[in-house]
């Protein structure tokens, strides 16, 4: 068995982050891993798998020193989205879609309100 601390370079860093990485910033700063690989290895750590029973919003992540707050994992996350792309445009004015054949259609007496 290895052991994740022995691992450099290559494929290391996503297989073993928490060996790598100490933090969610760090993991955005590391110029060398796609914007993909950050990804995954943000999103592994904000997985359930990790969640503290006592503190679900704390994750704990084998080889980490401390916890890691969700908040931060997800703000990193969220700043990755913000790199990728712009937001969609926002959206228009509501229509309400006419229905034709509704309006040639006589309504019968008894479902006629008064």
């Known amino acids: ?30 110029g060398k891993l796609s914007t993909a690989e950050k990804r995954i290895i943000l999103s592994s750590w904000a997985s359930d798998m990790y969640a503290v029973e006592s503190h679900p919003a ?34 228009g004015v509501p229509m309400r879609l006419r229905r034709p054949w509704a309006a040639a259609t006589p309504l019968s007496r008894t479902s006629q309100r008064v």
């Open 1 to 30: 068995m290895t052991n994740a601390n022995a691992t450099t370079g290559g494929l290391g860093a996503l297989f073993h982050p928490a060996a790598h990485y100490a933090s969610p910033s760090a993991v955005l700063d590391d």
């Open 58 to 91: 704390l994750r704990e992540i084998p080889g980490m020193d401390q916890p890691i707050r969700l908040a931060d994992i997800l703000a990193a996350l969220r700043k990755l989205d913000d790199d990728d792309d712009d937001p969609p445009p926002g959206g």
